[in-house]
Antibody, heavy 124, light 111 residues
Framework: EVQLVESGGGLVKPGGSLRLSCAAS????????MSWVRQAPGKGLEWVGR??????????DYAAPVKGRFTISRDDSKNTLYLQMNSLKTEDTAVYYC???????????????WGQGTTVTVSS | QSVLTQPPSASGTPGQRVTISCSGS????????VYWYQQLPGTAPKLLIY???QRPSGVPDRFSGSKSGTSASLAISGLRSEDEADYYC????????????FGGGTKLTVL
């Protein structure tokens, strides 16, 4: 079964840090371009950033609101994606999803994958 | 303010046909594929349409997508109560800071 499972969410104070993980299974994770997307309470979807596969350079891109504060990385040996979040702000409060959005490898099979989401709350 | 513009709400009665529009620009919809997602309350988004008009297996053919220039639309025919959900369009944006962009979402109500 193709699956993504996020973990690591929780309550953190403004200025604090948190690391989210996303465990992948059922597809060739090492070939996938992976993204994080978040959704603030009652709001729409917002792309956070992505990491390409190592064979495609393994480079990262970030949305302007998180650039310089968030870092995306991957461990292909563990089929796991990470999101390191530093200098957290109250406006970072959201459900964070990992996803294969736009990855051609999976889209060629007519699919993309989203995790169930993990909740991050930034509050004093 | 979302980069892609969708109507905040849409509605229809069972059996009707409803369309949801998504307006962008030359750097996103105008030059890249459009994707549509359905999100039921408390769940992750589900891919409905990819590469402008392709349907994943398992998505009913009541759902269809189209694109023209810098706009796209999602059509739902034979509306059913279970179609009541939030719908989002998405596209890659090739502007200076390349990134994925989403519409603000359309809440579909089945009357």
């Amino acid at each position: 079964e193709v699956q993504l499972v996020e973990s690591g969410g929780g309550l953190v104070k403004p200025g604090g840090s948190l690391r989210l993980s996303c465990a992948a299974s059922g597809f060739t994770f090492s070939n996938a371009w992976m993204s994080w997307v978040r959704q603030a309470p009652g709001k729409g979807l917002e792309w956070v950033g992505r990491i390409k596969s190592k064979t495609d350079g393994g480079t990262t891109d970030y949305a302007a609101p998180v650039k310089g504060r968030f870092t995306i990385s991957r461990d292909d040996s563990k089929n796991t994606l990470y999101l390191q979040m530093n200098s957290l702000k109250t406006e970072d409060t959201a459900v964070y999803y990992c996803t294969t959005i736009g990855d051609d490898q999976l889209l060629n099979y007519g699919m993309d994958v989203w995790g169930q989401g993990t909740t991050v709350t930034v509050s004093s | 303010q979302s980069v892609l513009t969708q109507p905040p709400s849409a509605s229809g009665t069972p059996g009707q046909r409803v369309t949801i529009s998504c307006s962008g620009s030359s750097s996103n919809i105008g030059s890249n594929y459009v994707y549509w997602y359905q999100q039921l309350p408390g769940t992750a988004p589900k891919l409905l349409i990819y590469r402008n008009n392709q349907r994943p297996s398992g998505v009913p053919d009541r759902f269809s997508g189209s694109k023209s220039g810098t706009s796209a639309s999602l059509a739902i025919s034979g509306l059913r109560s279970e179609d009541e959900a939030d719908y989002y369009c998405a596209a890659w944006d090739d502007s200076l800071s390349a990134h994925w962009v989403f519409g603000g979402g359309t809440k579909l109500t089945v009357l």
